[in-house]
């Protein structure tokens, strides 16, 4: 039978076995690391990235209060959020893209935080960045503040967020020059959250769901894309090179689930089924338009579409199980699961009829561009994620129209395959993580990092000061615990210098899907 076997069923089971031995074997290399520890540094890089008056339970007490009076010049508060990465300014497609992802962590994985002690802290990491979306939601549909900071005059300087005198110019999308990529993931952002709270601060929780509504519809009704609105500053930091179809469905799709949620819990504005139905009638009315049927392989806070296909899939695989193939929803639904089977079979090597997934020799997957870790951090997240919902639901991944059967265990294993290529499990033997492990990242790209503490060197550096601790030689004066940087090129290799932004420098955006990723691993262990 073995020799009848498909080409895409024969590297399906190849993958599954290859991944379930890891899992079960790959306890050698594996069992050193400590997932709860990494896990309590991923959360802790948040803290370093805190915009803002900063809060009395600060552990990264290099950093200090910055640009608290962001907004002014356009007289609103918008003090407070995250700055993206390793310059100081923030902007708001990024930034909401890290609260999905933080939220969608605390909200599939809260058990697995609990048990690990950092449910909490998840939970504070959550509310830092929602609380900055909601100040810029506040004047929504008449404006919705997207970006705070003059990026070209922020990267021609090398400052401290404390210290930092360049533009703090405040950019905005309007009906007359519309955003729905960056409003669709502030709505997504905002519905996740409320998810987080609402059965420990209900109130909290109704104003993330009723404000998400509110941004959701004005994306929706006026609609472009920002990168035409504000393309002078939106491109080429965060330029939306998808559009913004992508983030209508996936605001939708979180809209759903946080209405159904608050209707469970009687918390939320318009919190009943109904409400939620009538999001979920949106999907299945725009779904084609707005790119269902589209297969993509790369999810990063660009492009959502296969973090939607497996949010979907969920809701799917939750009416088949209790409905069987007679419900109609569920039938309308099953177009994501079979495209989320397909972006799992695009990750086996040499399965047939799927585009194939590049691997580095260590086994790391590999895009092309910078910061490749964000991928990595994403793929890993989704892949734990849709794992639990098949578990759930008795399924597995069909990479061959039903014919190959890649059971929940190997997605498992394939993503802490990912998750331990980070931590040190790599030909170098280095971990990715700064300040996890005996061997990090000494030189990140990264501001605040690099340059002395205002404690330490109380004086003001100016812009171009500044320059002379990003070239040095010494390593950063401030060691940035828990960031992820941006990791090694297609053969392993890396470079670990300021000057090589694309493999130093950390963001939020890799550091939230990790999150998920590792609470499911160090929730699993108990230590």
């Not at 896990?39 to 552990?59: I, M, N, T, V, Y």
């Not at 920002?226 to 080429?236: E, F, G, N, R, T």
């Not at 991944?397 to 331990?420: F, M, T």
């Not at 090129?489 to 493999?503: E, I, K, V």
Request: proline share 4%; hydrophobic share 40%.
């Amino acid at each position: 039978m073995a020799a009848m076997r498909s080409a895409a069923n024969n590297a399906a089971a190849l993958f599954a076995v290859a991944a379930v031995i890891c899992l079960v074997a790959g306890g050698t290399a594996v069992s050193a690391f400590n997932y709860a520890e990494a896990l309590d540094k991923a959360l802790l890089f948040f803290e370093a990235q805190r915009s803002g008056k900063l809060p009395p339970g600060q552990r990264v007490t290099w950093r200090g209060d910055s640009a608290l009076t962001d907004g002014s010049t356009d007289h609103t508060d918008l003090a407070g959020g995250y700055y993206d990465a390793g310059d100081n300014v923030k902007f708001g497609l990024p930034m909401a893209f890290t609260v999905t992802m933080l939220s969608w962590s605390a909200a599939e994985f809260g058990d697995a935080l609990s048990r690990a002690g950092e449910l909490e802290t998840a939970r504070a990491a959550v509310r830092w960045g929602a609380d900055y979306l909601l100040k810029a939601a506040a004047h929504a549909p008449a404006a919705l503040y997207v970006q705070v900071g003059d990026p070209y005059q922020d990267h021609r300087c090398w400052e401290r967020p404390e210290d930092m005198d360049t533009p703090r110019s405040v950019y905005k999308v309007t009906p007359e020059k519309p955003g729905s990529d960056v409003a669709g993931e502030t709505a997504a952002a905002l519905a996740a959250a409320s998810i987080v709270f609402r059965g420990c601060d209900p109130a909290y929780s109704a104003k993330l769901l009723q404000t998400a509504r509110k941004v959701f519809d004005f994306a929706d009704r006026y609609r472009g894309s920002y990168s035409d609105s504000l393309s002078s500053v939106a491109c080429p930091f965060y330029c939306s090179y998808s559009g913004y179809n992508d983030e209508l469905l996936w605001a939708a799709a979180w809209l759903h689930l946080a209405t159904l949620a608050a209707g469970k819990t009687g918390a939320g504005a318009g919190g009943n089924s109904s409400a939620a139905d009538a999001y979920l009638s949106y999907i299945y009315a725009n779904g084609h338009t707005l790119g269902a049927e589209q297969d993509d392989f790369t999810f990063s806070w660009d492009d959502k579409r296969v973090g939607t296909k497996v949010l979907l899939a969920k809701s799917f695989l939750l009416l088949h199980a209790a409905a069987g193939d007679r419900s109609s929803s569920a039938a309308s639904l099953q177009l994501y699961k079979a495209h989320a089977d397909s972006y799992v079979c695009s990750l086996i090597p040499g399965a047939a009829g799927f585009q194939a997934s590049q691997y580095t020799p260590g086994g790391l997957l590999f895009k092309e561009g910078d910061s490749n870790m964000q991928y990595v951090t994403s793929t890993s997240f989704l892949l734990l994620a849709y794992a639990k919902y098949l578990s759930a639901a008795g399924a597995s991944v069909s990479c061959s129209g039903g014919g190959a059967a890649v059971p929940p265990a190997a997605l498992v294993a394939a993503a802490k395959r990912q998750v331990d290529y980070i931590l040190g499990a790599n030909p170098a033997a280095t971990s990715y993580m700064v300040g996890f492990g005996a061997r990090f990242p000494r030189h990140v790209h990264h501001r605040g990092a690099s340059l002395p503490s205002v404690r330490d060197h109380p004086g003001k550096i100016g812009c171009d000061e500044g320059f002379r601790y990003m070239h040095a030689a010494e390593p950063d004066a401030n060691v940035l615990v828990g960031a992820v940087v941006g990791g090694p090129d297609g053969g392993d290799g890396f470079t670990d210098s300021r000057d090589n932004y694309a493999q130093t420098e950390p963001s939020t955006y890799t550091n939230a899907p990790l999150v998920g990723a590792l609470a499911f691993l160090a929730g699993g262990r108990r230590h």
